[in-house]
Each structure stands twice: as C-alpha cells, then as structure tokens.
C-alpha cells in the first residue's frame, strides 16, 4: 500500500516538475562522477600516452650493467611488453672521416611507443642485420656515405631518421644517432668488460599492471639504476601533465562538493514541501512506520531517477569527449565498472545522507500542523546535518580521489569557507540595520528585505558565494595553468638548437641571423667540467656506493657549465642572491636537492685538468619545459672565460615568419645555407617535439574546459535552489505588502534591488574568499606566481547581483505578478 | 462535555479563545496537561502517538478551513488517502462512489489547483467519510468559502452526517452553521459552556463586532 502511495506521489511530483531540482542535482553529482571519472581516466591515458611517446615507453629502467634477470620475469608475469636496448658512444669510421656517434642498439619490440620517422615516412621495422640507420646531421658530417665502419663491423647505412620517439630532449647530446640492431652489436667487438654502456629497458602495458611492476621492481634497483616514467626527471612535459592532473582531481572534487551541496539545499525544500502532506496524513492516522516507509520510498525512487539519468549523461559527456579526442586515444577504452560504481555510489550516498537531516525532521513534523500551522517539531540543530553532509563529502571525496590529503583539504576548505561566509554575510546584512522600513523608495524596502531575512539570507550567501569562489578558483587555475603553458610555449617557441658553436664562428652566426632577421635567444658559452668535491669531500659514483664504497654520491658524467653577468630569463631564485662575486655558483633546485647542496656549501669543479672551487650562494629553479637553453651551474664570467668553450643559442624559424620579413627562402632553405655556412655547427631541429607538446596542452585544455562547464552547471543548480528555498516566506511578505497597497512597480524593483543587493554581496565575498584560496593553492599545490584579480573585484559583485537577480525575478515572476487575494489564498 | 454517538456539536467561541486547541485535544492530535478525554471509549492520556494515530485510523476523521488537499494528487487519490493508509481492499472504488455523493463524479482526475475553493472542500468531505468515521471534527469548514458555497458545503456535510450517523463535532465562527448543530458550545478565555439556543444567540454580537474588525 505504501508502495503505491509512494509511487503515485512520485508520479505526479514528476510529472508537476515537483522534483525536477531534486533530481536534477542528484543527476549532476552522478553525471560529474561517472562522466569525469571516465573522461580523466581517459584523458590521463591520452596524456600519458602522448607523454610516453617522448620515452618512447610506459617506463624505463636505465642500468650501467645487465639488470637482474628476475625485473624481466616479474615483467613477464605481469604481461608487460618489454624491449632491452644498449646505448654507448663510439667512433665510427667512413673512408678517411671518422666522427664520434651514439650508438642505439634496439631489440625487435623497438619503438613500445611512437614512430621511428625516416626522411622517406614512417618506418615500419628494424634496420636489417648489417645495416644501420643514421641521424641526419651524420650524413652530412660523414660526407653521406653508403657504408661505415663500427668495430670490426661494416655497417650498411639504409635509411635517415629525422626523429626518434625517445630522442629525448637533450641539446647537448652532440653526437649523432646511430641506429642499429642490438644482436648485430657482438659482431662489433666494440663492448668489452668495463666499457661504458648504458642498458636501457623500456615497458609498456595497462595501468595497474605498470603500478604492480613499480612496487615489486623499485626495491631491486640499486643507485646506479635509474627509474624512468614520464612524469619523473626533467621531461619538459612533467610538470605540465603532473599539474594538469592536480588540477582535473582538484576540479572535480569541487564539482562533486558543489553538486552535493545543490543536493542538501533541495532535500530541505524538498522536505518542506511536504510538512503539510505529512501532518495530514499523521491526522488520518498514518503510523510512523508508514510515513517512514512511504517517504523513504519516495525518496528512493527520486534517487534512482537522478542515478539513472546521471549514469546516461555521464555516457554521453564521455561520448561527446571522444569526438573530440584523436582517434588512437578514442580507441581506448577504460572499463565501464568503475565509473558506474563510483556513480551509482555518489547518488546514493549524497541523496541520502544530504536528506537525512531534513527527512528526520519531515518525520517529526506533529499532526497538530493541520490546526497550528507554524508548527515544525523537532529541531534537532544545525551541526547533526552539518557532520551528515560533512561525511558524505568527505566519503565521496574520497572514493573519487582515493587521496585522504586531497579530500581532507576539500573538506576542511569548504568548512572554513561556510563559516566564514555565515559570518561575514550576517555581519554584512546586520550593517543595514539603521535603515528603516518605508513601504515608498524600492531600495529602502530592498535593504529591510535583507535585514529582515538576515538569518536565511547568510544561508542563501554561504550557497551563493561557495558557488562563486570555486566558479572563481576554477576560472582564475585554469586561465593561469593555460596563460603559463602557453608562455612557455608561445606560438614563436624555439624550433631549432644550435650547439657546438665555435668561438670563432659566434660574430659570424649573429651576422647570419641577422640578415635573415632571425631573432635567437642569448648565444650561451658552454664548457664542460667535472664536480669533484662538495664541501672538500671527495663525491664517489652510485657504482662505487653500490660496490660498497662509503661516500657522497655525486654526478657521474660531465656538466654542461656556463657563464654570465646576469640572471637568465625564467630561472627565478628561490634561495640565496644571484652570483655577486667570481667564486660564486648559482645552481639548479633539482640537482641541488640530488646531491643534497645547502646554500654556501663549497663545490669543487674540474675543467681541462684544472680544478677550482666556488660557493654556491644561490639556488634556482629551471622550467625545463620552456625549451631555451638551461643550465645546472651557472657562473661569473671571470671564472669561466679561461677555459675552451663551444657556445648554443635556440631561435624559432618557420616559413610564415620568413615571409612577412619579406625573405624568399623556405624554413629548410635557410637552415641548409646554415649549415653549409657553418659545417661545425649541429643543428638540432625540435619542431617535432614542439608539435607534440602543444597537442598535450590542447587536450589537457579541453579537460579544464570541460571541468569548467560541469562546475558551472552545478553552481547554476545552487543558486536557483537557493532561491527556491526562499520561496514560500517571500510570497506571505508579498501578500502582506500588496494588501496595504504597495503597487506592482515598488515591489518589483524592491525584489529585484533585494536580489542584485544579495548577489552583489555573495559576489564581493566570493573574490575576497576566492582570492585567499588561489593564494593557497597557488603557493602550495600548483607553484604558480600569485597575483590578485583586481578586475573581479568589480566583475563579481556586478555580475552576482546581475545573475541572482535574473534568477531570483525570473522565480518570482509568478508572484509578483499574482492578485493580492491570489497570494493570500496561497500564503 | 459529553458527546453521545450520531450528536452533533459546535463550538463557538471568538479567536484566540482556545476552540482549535480543544479540537486538537478532543482529535487525539494534542496531549492535555491534566485531565482526561475519552474518544469512543479510549482514554487519551494513556495512549502513545502510536495508538493515539491508530484510534484515529480507525474511528475519527478530519476537514479543515484550508482543504489540507496534497496539491500533488488529483481529487480521487485525495479522497483514496484515508482509505489506503487504513488498507482497505477497494478504496478506489470507494473513492468514486464518495466523489460521486459530493456530485464531483466528473471532476476525478483533476488537481486540487483545476477545482474551485467549493470543490476542493467537496473533495475534503469525501476524504472524511471514506472510512466512515465514528466521530468526524471540522474545522471551520466553510471559513474560506462565499455564503453560497458555504451553504452548499454545509448542507453536504449534515447530509452526510446524518446518513452515516457520524458524531460531528464543529469549530466555527458562523453562527447560521452552529445552529445546525444540535447542540452548541460557546468558548471564551479558555471557558466552555454549553449554550441553549437564545444563549448562541448571544455570542452573536462580539462575533460579528469581531468580524468586522
């Protein structure tokens, strides 16, 4: 019986449009779970797989030695793809010219991801036995020959390679590429015990699998073997993706927060609207098990609508993301349980717990309402709902982010926020208190509006405001994420790298570019040198350490060292002054937390047999992301001029920029007179790389939209469920005034002027708040630079008075339009 | 005051002097803080909400100045309400049959919203003799209707109440509507006494002074 009371009660809400916030919130909560949790597990792949392509692999573990044969077992286990290649220097040979290379000696899986990219296409294998692949710069170095000498081999040079997927980012990897088959490297005869070789293995394979191989094979790495993923190290795509996840974690947990919140503000109205129905019912004798059975019935079929709309919107958001998506990322597809569940879970949780409180007291309401209708039962105070929705937020949280610190801060955030605004919204509307009640001037009667709903009015602002902060936080994170990516990427990024540059051939390269009105970044001098000692103690290998040698552990190869007068552009100090005096060192943050330098610690270097110690007395941080020239060490002029240096520079060339300087040569013709001009110098062409790294960004951007349109539909969701709530003392003071005479033009715009007046307040509120929570998640969790938003301080009063009172008339608008004795009857 | 089965009371009295209180006490709604109201044989004091809300499953039933309609449900799921939380087998049926007796027959499936203030009392009595109560309370039940409405509504219910030889017991303000009652009450200040005809007459002149007011 009670099934068919609540189901028919349920219908005709429905179909009345009764329950449309109600569902539509909870519809939110779930479409943001299910839909984002997809769409980011998604993205995430997309990211990391774009990210991958520059390593080539899922993870590589990079050794001096053979690694132990148990790391490939457990690879095997877990069905890891997994190829091994070598990877040393050595000389190779051409009739009478002879260059030093690099050689790449790749197993038959070789590339796990991305392309080997010939200058004929893509190639589809290996090199065949006895032959090699070469990188363009050695076929011009070499005189293109068609074979080379490598040990006791004769090598067949078949092919160019413009790009390789894991040529990395390294300028100062001077030498060519050599591309060859790692079984034809014993034929060579060139690696002996003790030569200098590095054992490079790369994997691939699904998520879980790559995080069960990380646990089990980290602890068998010794200091020597290095751990490789996509975000770790100085990949200049690390910190953007690293970042871009924070932030799609962090938007969506807000959005979540902002559903639920939509969600506990419905429930109330929700319950309100059936005070009456349940005093009457408890009259004609309806037990507390009944009216508990019929509303939790009712409730459930409430929730099961929002779930299952919110399950089928969350299918078409990640349907209308895939469009978007390149194919080969679109092909992939995460399975549909997780996103369901934590779905399914988010509405029952949320609709549930956020209606707790206001069920309880629905249940408590006492028949006698039928005859004294003020009546409302039980007041079980604020803080039992407060620690209900507190839970479910911080439980949703949770199970969407899996990260106790991260929900933790969401949930004490959004705690401070709501007090914070209680407080400050009532002491706001208690300002107006002088002003009297004059039934005449709009504004007048606007401001006792506010004053008399003073309580209810800092519940509507905590609603308002919360809603306009993480609107906020969002928009100002996101602009800012994107304004710094593409700072560092411009459209005119460098393109090109130029190292290797000849003292002799610097004038002449400025002139050079010149003529071409090529604008280059600074020519940077670079000499190589050896850090010996730190503080006067001799650093040893992670080789020896592992041999069981005691000592500090220090940089095994050379440094790429450089000099200069004055800060470079993007290496802000963290730590210390910039060089003041010639012993002085400026260092780079990661590599001074690697060999764990303190300011003022003493570092020993070795340049051409001559060794020097300087001080190190400032540490900077490096966006290696920005592809200019970066250095680890940078020192005073007069402590580097007396040694041999080359020198680098990187510029931007492309053919629409030559052009609009009114030059009729191609990108590729200038850079070919380049290197014609200045045989000695290498020319590294990065445009590939560039490309890659602007596509990432362009997919993380299409996520931080999207995160931005759902956060935005949620506040939308709270405001006009705020306002809903307000509703039913609003049209009693209607009634009131329109009775003593109060004419349809004064209580419009006083309803109008109350709204804007209360939104213009929520938005004053929300810049202050917001801005304190940019300050905080700028400084701690992003690294972002803090400014402050002075236009919003303007822009979000106006545009919350603008849209509160928009939705505030537009909710009223029956109301005001409405007979006096028609709102009596309805008050 | 003692009220005998098929009798039927009113209670005047000007506002504030306490008759909806006394409605709610005698309905089982509201607990008295001291002394004793038997409803059909039960004593009040020593029932819980439970039992109180199962004596009035069972033997009392409602109509209210303001209808008290779910402005959700049409006029027959209204009037099924009473029957349905009793469980009762046929309620719909019931139900029509009732709508039919207040001449709605042709106004099922409409919202309380579609019907006049008229109708909508006219489906609150339907509601209230569903269960055929013992004892039926009414609270100003033409108090938001026109004279002729009113009349109409009134007739209704006397109607019904005498068919059905329910106990009705009425708060009022309308003095014509008290006189159909058989006996009349007058509350003042919290008071009860019990009225002869010219006393009722009495208590006419505060009442419309009041009014008017």
Redesign the interface.
């Known amino acids: ?1 009670e099934w ?2 609540a189901w ?2 349920f219908k ?2 429905l179909a ?1 449009g ?1 329950l449309l916030l109600i569902v539509l919130a909870i519809t939110l909560a779930v479409l943001s779970v299910s839909g984002l949790a997809r769409v980011s597990e998604r993205l995430q792949v997309a990211i990391n797989g774009e990210a991958a392509t520059f390593i080539a692999a899922d993870r590589i573990i990079n050794s001096p030695v053979v690694v132990d044969p148990k790391v490939l077992t457990i690879a095997d286990e877990l069905s890891l793809k997994h190829v091994t290649n070598m990877q040393f220097n050595s000389m190779v040979y051409a009739g009478d010219k002879f260059q030093l290379v690099t050689i790449k000696a790749v197993g038959e899986a070789y590339p796990l991801k991305g392309k080997i990219e010939l200058s004929s296409g893509e190639a589809s294998a290996l090199p065949s036995q006895g032959e090699a692949w070469y990188e363009n710069r050695l076929g011009g170095l070499l005189g293109y020959p068609e074979s080379l000498e490598l040990g006791n081999s004769i090598l067949t040079l078949s092919a160019e390679i413009s790009r390789l997927p894991d040529g990395g980012f390294n300028p100062f990897a001077s030498a060519p590429v050599l591309l060859m088959r790692l079984d034809d490297v014993n034929a060579t005869g060139i690696i002996q015990p003790g030569s200098r070789v590095s054992y490079i293995y790369q994997f691939t394979g699904d998520v879980d699998a790559l995080a069960a191989f990380e646990q089990q094979v980290k602890p068998l790495l010794n200091n020597s073997q290095r751990w490789v993923d996509v975000q770790s190290g100085d990949s200049p795509i690390a910190s953007a993706v690293k970042r871009a996840e924070r932030f799609l974690l962090l938007a969506s947990l807000l959005g979540i927060a902002l559903a639920c919140a939509a969600i506990g503000i419905a429930a109330q109205r929700y319950c309100q609207r059936h005070y ?2 349940v ?10 098990k ?1 009216i508990r059975l019929l509303f939790g019935l009712h409730l459930m079929l409430v929730t099961l609508l929002g779930i299952v709309l919110g399950l089928l919107g969350g299918l078409v958001l990640d349907l209308t993301i895939t469009q978007f998506l390149p194919p080969e990322i679109a092909a992939y597809s995460p399975p549909y349980l997780r996103p369901f569940l934590l779905g399914m879970s988010t509405g029952l949780i949320s609709a549930f717990m956020f209606s707790a409180y206001p069920l309880m007291r629905l249940l408590a309401i ?3 309402r ?3 209708r003020q009546l409302e039962g039980l007041q079980l105070g604020m803080w039992l709902h407060l620690m209900l929705s507190l839970a479910a937020m911080a439980l949703l949280g949770y199970l969407y982010s899996r990260s106790i610190a991260l929900t933790m801060t969401v949930v004490l955030t959004v705690l401070l926020l709501g007090l914070l605004l209680s407080i400050l919204g009532f002491v706001m509307i208690r300002m107006g208190h002088s002003v009297g009640m004059k039934t005449t001037n709009p504004l007048q009667l606007a401001l006792a509006g506010l004053r008399r709903r003073a309580r209810q009015n800092a519940v509507q602002l905590v609603g308002f405001s919360s809603a306009l902060v993480l609107l906020l936080t969002i928009l100002a994170l996101r602009q800012d994420l994107l304004n710094e990516w593409q700072k560092q990427l411009p459209e005119d990024a460098p393109n090109y790298f130029l190292v290797n540059i000849a003292p002799e051939d610097t004038q002449p390269l400025q002139q050079f570019l010149d003529l071409h009105q090529i604008a280059a970044t600074e020519i940077y001098p670079v000499i190589r040198g050896r850090l010996t000692h730190i503080n006067g103690e001799e650093l040893i290998s992670g080789e020896q350490q592992d041999a069981g040698m005691a000592g500090r552990v220090g940089i095994s190869r050379e440094l790429n060292l450089t000099y200069r007068d004055t800060l470079p552009p993007n290496n802000p100090v963290v730590e210390g002054t910039f060089n003041q005096a010639d012993d002085e060192v400026s260092v780079e943050s990661g590599v001074a937390e690697r060999l764990g330098l303190a300011l003022n610690d003493t570092m020993t270097f070795n340049i051409d047999n001559q060794s020097f110690t300087v001080k190190a007395t400032s540490i900077r941080n490096v966006q290696w992301e920005t592809l200019q020239p970066n250095f680890f060490m940078i020192f005073r002029p007069n402590a580097l001029e007396k040694f041999n240096y080359t020198s680098m520079a990187s510029f931007h060339l492309d053919d629409d920029k030559l052009k609009a300087a009114g030059s009729p040569l191609s990108a590729n013709a200038v850079v070919l007179q380049l290197i014609q001009q200045f045989p000695t110098i290498s020319v590294i062409d990065v445009g590939a790389m560039v490309e890659q790294l602007r596509q990432i960004i362009d997919q993380v951007s299409l996520s931080l939209s999207l995160v931005l349109a759902l956060v935005l539909l949620a506040s939308a969701l709270v405001l006009i469920a705020q306002t809903e709530a307000g509703m039913a003392t609003r049209q009693r003071e209607l009634a009131v005034l329109r009775t003593f005479g109060a004419s349809g033009w004064l209580l419009r715009s006083a309803t109008g002027l109350e709204f804007a007046l209360l939104g213009a307040i929520a938005g004053l509120l929300a810049v202050i708040v917001a801005e304190f929570a940019l300050y905080m998640l700028k400084t701690q969790v992003f690294e972002l630079v803090v400014y402050m938003h002075w236009p919003w301080w303007i822009i979000a009063p106006l545009s919350g008075a603008a849209v509160v009172s928009i939705l505030g008339m537009w909710r009223c608008r029956q109301l005001l339009n409405q007979s006096c004795s028609d709102l009596l009857k309805a008050g | 005051m003692d009220v005998k089965q098929g009798d039927s009371v009113a209670i005047l009295g000007p506002s504030g002097s306490g008759k909806s209180t006394l409605l709610g006490l005698l309905a089982a709604l509201d607990t008295p803080t001291s002394g004793e109201i038997l409803l059909a044989g039960s004593a009040l004091s020593g029932l819980n909400e439970e039992q109180k809300a199962a004596l009035r499953k069972k033997k009392v039933s409602f109509i209210f100045q303001s209808f008290m309609l779910v402005d959700t449900l049409t006029a027959l799921e209204n009037v099924m309400l009473p029957a349905e939380l009793a469980g009762v087998k046929d309620a719909k049926l019931k139900a029509q049959n009732m709508l039919e007796r207040v001449g709605l027959s042709h106004r099922l499936t409409h919202l309380p919203k579609q019907l006049s203030g008229g109708e909508q009392q006219r489906v609150a009595i339907a509601r209230a003799f569903i269960c055929e109560p013992k004892v039926l309370f009414a609270d100003e039940p033409t108090g938001n209707l026109d004279s002729v409405n009113g009349d109409k509504i009134a007739d209704m219910l006397f109607a019904l109440n005498q068919e059905s030889d329910t106990t009705l017991i009425l708060v009022t303000h309308d003095l014509q509507l008290a006189k159909r009652c058989k006996r009349q009450f007058v509350m003042d200040s919290g008071q009860l006494t019990e009225a002869k005809n010219s006393q009722a007459h009495s208590v006419k002149q505060p009442l419309l002074a009041e009014e008017m007011s």
Do not use: H, I, N, Y
Not at chain 1, 279 to 288: C, D, N, Q
């Open positions: 019986m068919q009371l028919r009660l005709r809400e009345q009764q009456d129905v005093a009457m019912l408890k009259t004609f004798g309806a037990s507390a009944q006492p028949p006698l039928v005859l004294q």
